[in-house]
């Protein structure tokens, strides 16, 4: 890291954590469904899926939830990177 990179703290950081934690959730619930249409996949494994879909979808909307809530803040930077990703994510 740059000495002369700024530093991330604050709720800065905080929007930063839940967004990439939002980002990579929606991305592995995108996943384990793709997984759970495809035919050769084994039956242990669609039970698996069947159970962690739920947990995903739930933790997905506690995340959110939390973005929401960061977003709202009005020491954020709207125009910052993490505020941009969040929202995005929040949108949908």
Do not use: Y
Request: proline share 3%; glycine share 4%.
């Amino acid at each position: 890291m740059d000495h002369l990179e700024p530093q991330i703290v604050g709720l800065e950081r905080a929007l930063m954590v839940n967004a990439k934690t939002l980002d990579r959730l929606t991305k592995e619930l995108t996943e384990a469904k793709k997984k759970q249409a495809d035919s050769s996949l084994s039956a242990d494994k669609k039970t698996f899926l069947k159970v962690q879909i739920p947990k995903l979808e739930k933790e997905i909307k506690t995340t959110k939830g939390k973005c929401v809530t960061l977003l709202e803040a009005e020491e954020l930077d709207p125009r910052g990177e993490w505020f941009l990703l969040a929202k995005k994510l929040c949108k949908k």
